[in-house]
C-alpha cells in the first residue's frame, strides 16, 4: 500500500524541502530554536536540563535536540533538513487519518497534508519549532485513535500525548481534548480515558524520578510548573492576534489566506450542521474538537507568537477532508490546490534554486560559524563565554553559557526572571553581574560604550552580516575577550 | 446641500466636523480630480452615540497650498460588529428557520455588505473582509450539502 502511494509522498517531500530550503541560507530563523541547540549539550556534558542551563521549555525538546545534533554531528543545515522530515511524517500521517478501511489512499487524501504544507511555507513555520514535534505526537495520537484496533491504543495514545506535553508543555491541553473525545464519542469511556491517563502519568513520573534521584527535583518544578503558572498573568487578545495573522498572510499569499478562510468556514459549517441536527456523531466530526484545542492552545500561550497558531493550522488544514464525502468534483478541489501550489512554488523557485545549488557550502557560510572557527584558530582561551544576542556561537564552541539563562530575550521576560532569582539562579541584575565576573569571552552588546577596559574587542573575520539571521535584526557581532 | 466637489470648486468649504457625505465611489473621484488628502480618524461611538452619525463622513476640510485636506470618520470595531452580526444573524435564519429562502438570502446578503463596503469602505479591515466571505461560504456549503452524515 506504501509502495502504491510512494509518487504522493515523494510530491509532499519535494514540496517541503522545496519551500524550506528557501530559507536555508541564513544562519538564524529564530532564536528560540538556538536556545534548545544550546541547552541540549548540556546532556552531552552528563547535566538534566535546567539543572545549570535555562530555557523556557520542557526537558524532551532538549532530548530530541542533542539527539538531532548527534545524528547531524552539529551541522547545523542537517538539524534543520531534519525538522523538514518532522513536518514530511506529519503529512504523510495525514494520508492515513483518513483513508478508507482496506483501500489505498486516493488522491483527495493528500489534499489536507497539501493545503499544511502550503501554510507551512511561509517562512514563519521554517524554524525548527517545538510545536512541530509536539504536533508530531499530537498527529501520531490522531491516528492511532483513528485506524489502530489495539487493545492498548489508548495507553500509547496516552503515552504520545504525555511526550508532547514534554516537548511543549502547552499541548497537555490535548490530553483534555482526547478525554472529550472520548467522552463524547466512545463506548467504555471511562476505561479508556482511564488507560489514556496511566499513559499520560507513566512518562511523567519517570521523569519527576530521574530529576528526584538527581537531586534537582526543585529545578525541575520550578521550570515545569512554578514558571508556567507564573506566565498566566499577561495580557492578550485572541480576536487582535489573528486579525494581524490573517492580515499578514494576505500580504505573504492571498491564495493561501483564501484556503484558510475557507477551512475556517468549513469547520464552522460543520459545527452549524453539528447544532442545527443536535447531533455529533458525522464522519471525522471529533476534527471539529481538535481545531477548537488548536485555538485554545493559542488563546492560552497569549503572546500572539504565529508558531503558537501551528496546532491550528495544521487541524484546518485537516478539514478539508470534510469535502471528500459531497456532491462537490472532488478533481476540482485538487486541480485547485494544485494550481495554488503551482503559483506558491513559482514564488520560491529563486530562493530555493539557489541554495539548493549551493548546499554544500551554505554551512560554510554561516556567519557564527566562521566566528567560532576562528576563536579556535586564535587559541583564545573559551572556556568561560558569556553569550546574550548570537548564542550559537556557545554551540558551536560546545560550552554552557555562564549565565543560568540562555534565552537572550528570557531577561525581558519579568514573570520568568522573577521566578529565577527567586530561586537564587540568576541576580537582580544579571547581565552587569556577569560582567563583572569576568567570563573570558563576551558576546554581546557593544562594550566601546560602556568603556569596559577590562575587554578588548577582537577583529572578526570576513562574515556576511546578512545571513546571520532571516528578519535581518541584530546584524552585528561584537566579540570581546578579556584583557 | 453643500456638497464638497462643488464647494471645493467655489472654495466654499467648510471647516466642519462631518459635513460632507460621499458615496465611497465619488469620494474617490473627488480626491483625485480636486487633489483633496484626507487622513482617517478614528470616531468613538460610545458614549456619545450621536457620533455614529459621523461615521464614512468628511470633515474638516481646509485648502492647504493648491491642495485640501480634510478627515474621514471611521470606526472599523463597529462595522466589524454590524457585518459580523448581521449576516450570523441572516446566515441563522436561512439555516435553522428556513423562513428566508436561498435567492433571497443571497440577495439580502448582497445587499447588506454591498451598501457596506460601498459607503463605509474605509472602516473596513481584514477582519471585515472575513466576517463577509465566512458567512458566505457557509451558506454556500450548506447549499451543497456538504456533511456525510
Not at chain 1, 494576505?250 to 447544532?275: E, G, P
Not at chain 2, 458614549?47 to 471611521?74: A, E, H, W
Not at chain 2, 448582497?110 to 463596503?117: L, P, R, S
Request: hydrophobic letters at 45%; proline letters at 3%; aromatic letters at 16%.
Amino acid at each position: 500500500m506504501i509502495k502504491k502511494s510512494f509518487p504522493g509522498m515523494l510530491f509532499l517531500f519535494f514540496l517541503i524541502f522545496f519551500f524550506q530550503s528557501s530559507t536555508y541560507n541564513y544562519e538564524t530563523l529564530d532564536w528560540d530554536v538556538n536556545a534548545f541547540l544550546v541547552t541540549s549539550l548540556e546532556l552531552g556534558r552528563g547535566n538534566l536540563p535546567f539543572e545549570t542551563q535555562y530555557e523556557n521549555k520542557p526537558p524532551l525538546l532538549f532530548a530530541i535536540f542533542y539527539f538531532f545534533t548527534i545524528l547531524a554531528n552539529k551541522n547545523l543545515l542537517i538539524i534543520k533538513i531534519l525538522n523538514d522530515l518532522i513536518i514530511f511524517l506529519i503529512s504523510v500521517q495525514s494520508i492515513y487519518l483518513f483513508k478508507k478501511r482496506g483501500t489505498r489512499p486516493e488522491i483527495f487524501s493528500f489534499v489536507p497534508s497539501v493545503v499544511f504544507i502550503l501554510v507551512t511555507s511561509n517562512v514563519w513555520f521554517h524554524p525548527s519549532y517545538s510545536e512541530f514535534i509536539s504536533l508530531f505526537c499530537i498527529s501520531s495520537s490522531y491516528l492511532i485513535y483513528k485506524r489502530s484496533e489495539n487493545r492498548s491504543k489508548f495507553l500509547i495514545i496516552g503515552l504520545l500525548l504525555s511526550a508532547s506535553s514534554l516537548i511543549n508543555l502547552g499541548t497537555s491541553l490535548f490530553l483534555i481534548c482526547f478525554v472529550v473525545i472520548l467522552l463524547l464519542y466512545e463506548n467504555n469511556k471511562y476505561k479508556k480515558i482511564f488507560n489514556l491517563l496511566i499513559g499520560f502519568g507513566i512518562i511523567h513520573l519517570i521523569l519527576l524520578g530521574i530529576y528526584a534521584v538527581n537531586g534537582s527535583l526543585s529545578d525541575y518544578l520550578m521550570a515545569m510548573v512554578q514558571i508556567p503558572l507564573s506566565y498566566g498573568v499577561t495580557e492578550f487578545s485572541l480576536f487582535s492576534s489573528l486579525t494581524i495573522f490573517l492580515t499578514s498572510f494576505i500580504k505573504y499569499n492571498l491564495l493561501i489566506y483564501t484556503l484558510i478562510l475557507f477551512s475556517i468556514s468549513l469547520s464552522i459549517h460543520i459545527i452549524l450542521k453539528m447544532v442545527r441536527e443536535n447531533k455529533l456523531m458525522f464522519e471525522n466530526s471529533e476534527l471539529i474538537f481538535l481545531i477548537f484545542f488548536g485555538l485554545m492552545f493559542f488563546n492560552l500561550a497569549g503572546k500572539g507568537y504565529y508558531h503558537h497558531l501551528i496546532f491550528l493550522l495544521y487541524f484546518l488544514s485537516l478539514s478539508f477532508i470534510f469535502l471528500r464525502d459531497t456532491i462537490i468534483n472532488k478533481g476540482i478541489v485538487v486541480f485547485f490546490i494544485l494550481v495554488i501550489t503551482s503559483f506558491t512554488i513559482s514564488e520560491f523557485t529563486e530562493y530555493s534554486l539557489n541554495n539548493i545549488k549551493n548546499f554544500l557550502t551554505l554551512e560554510e557560510e554561516y556567519p557564527i560559524k566562521k566566528v567560532s572557527n576562528e576563536i579556535i584558530l586564535h587559541n583564545y582561551k573559551y572556556d568561560e563565554i558569556f553569550s546574550t544576542n548570537h548564542i550559537l556561537l556557545l554551540y558551536y564552541l560546545d560550552k554552557p553559557n555562564t549565565s543560568y539563562v540562555v534565552h537572550p530575550a528570557l531577561y525581558d521576560y519579568e514573570e520568568i526572571t522573577s521566578v529565577l532569582i527567586e530561586n537564587n539562579k540568576i541576580k537582580d541584575n544579571e547581565i552587569v553581574f556577569q560582567l563583572d565576573r569576568l567570563p573570558q569571552i563576551y558576546e554581546g552588546n557593544d562594550l566601546e560604550t560602556t568603556d569596559n577596559s577590562n575587554y578588548y574587542k577582537i577583529e572578526l573575520p570576513e562574515i556576511n552580516n546578512s545571513l546571520l539571521n532571516y528578519w535581518t535584526k541584530d546584524n552585528n557581532v561584537f566579540l570581546f575577550i578579556k584583557r | 446641500m453643500n456638497t464638497l466637489k462643488h464647494d471645493i470648486e467655489n472654495k466654499s468649504t467648510i471647516s466642519e466636523k462631518c459635513n460632507y457625505f460621499l458615496f465611497s465611489t465619488n469620494l474617490d473621484a473627488v480626491l483625485v480630480e480636486k487633489k483633496l488628502e484626507i487622513d482617517k480618524s478614528d470616531l468613538y461611538v460610545f458614549p456619545t452615540i450621536r457620533n455614529i452619525l459621523c461615521l464614512g463622513k468628511v470633515g474638516n476640510v481646509v485648502k492647504n497650498d493648491s491642495t485640501f485636506n480634510g478627515i474621514i470618520y471611521t470606526n472599523t470595531k463597529i462595522f466589524n460588529f454590524i457585518i459580523i452580526f448581521t449576516n450570523f444573524f441572516i446566515l441563522f435564519l436561512v439555516l435553522f428557520s428556513k423562513k428566508l429562502t436561498n435567492p433571497k438570502y443571497y440577495l439580502l446578503f448582497i445587499f447588506i455588505n454591498g451598501g457596506i463596503i460601498f459607503n463605509f469602505y474605509q472602516s473596513l479591515n481584514v477582519a471585515s473582509l472575513n466576517f463577509i466571505v465566512i458567512p458566505l461560504l457557509i451558506g454556500v456549503l450548506d447549499k451543497i450539502q456538504l456533511s456525510n452524515d
